[in-house]
């Protein structure tokens, strides 16, 4: 069993929907939760960071974490064309220290 | 505030040669890690340096090591190539101690 688990789509969408990004992870360790948005042939760009469970929202982005169940989850509400990306999740157990990625999800959001 | 480079943006190279990656570490980051990233996958971790020093090590052989200079710029060497060693190569920089990490375009690497 792989550590991080991401279903790599494709998805598509039409604009304006809300999407719903999801990963599980398997080891209770993890405490560090990120999503990174890598446009294609470009490096990963951080878009939200949280600690344990709970939910941050920022603009149209919310990420929840669901230790109980290992879940993890980005959600992007009125989605744009340029939101089309896939989109990286990653943890960690101790602060600092290497990333742990999902294999990604590709998003289309379609005018 | 200068954000992550890397140089150079794409490389091939001949099974058995040797390359060197540089990346430049977003302006007062003291930290800085490299990933692999494969096709169609997540960034892998292979290493990480602070302080000119590993500072911790992914699954990945002894030819792929690294250096981190006093301005914490660092260079990834990797060594006798491979095909499997085709990939994306990102780096990404810290603050030490800090989950945030940022990172750079990537080296693109073609082993041919």
């Known amino acids: 069993q792989k550590e991080v688990e991401q279903d790599p789509g494709p998805l598509s969408v039409p604009e304006g929907a809300i999407v719903s990004l999801n990963c599980t992870y398997s080891?209770?360790?993890?405490?560090?939760f990120m999503w990174y948005r890598q446009y294609s042939r470009k490096g990963p760009e951080l878009l939200m960071y949280t600690y344990s469970s709970g939910n941050k929202e920022d603009g149209r982005f919310t990420a929840q974490v669901d230790k109980s169940s290992k879940y993890i989850s980005l959600f992007i509400r009125d989605s744009q064309p340029s939101d089309s990306a896939t989109y990286l999740c990653a943890t960690s157990g101790q602060a600092g220290t290497a990333l742990i990625f999902g294999k990604g999800t590709t998003l289309s959001v379609s005018s | 505030e200068t954000g992550v480079t890397q140089s150079p943006t794409h490389l091939i190279k001949t099974r058995g040669q040797q390359v060197t990656l540089r990346c430049s570490s977003q302006s007062g980051h003291n930290t800085v890690s490299w990933y692999q990233q494969a096709l169609g996958q997540g960034p892998q971790f292979i290493f990480q340096y602070y302080r000119e020093e590993e500072n911790g090590r992914g699954n990945f052989p002894p030819r792929f090591s690294g250096l981190q200079f006093p301005n914490y710029s660092s260079e990834l060497n990797v060594n006798a190539l491979e095909l499997d060693d085709s990939a994306l190569y990102l780096c990404a920089s810290s603050l030490q101690g800090a989950n945030e990490q940022y990172f750079g375009p990537g080296t693109r690497l073609t082993v041919t």
């Open positions: 080891n209770s360790a993890f405490q560090y």
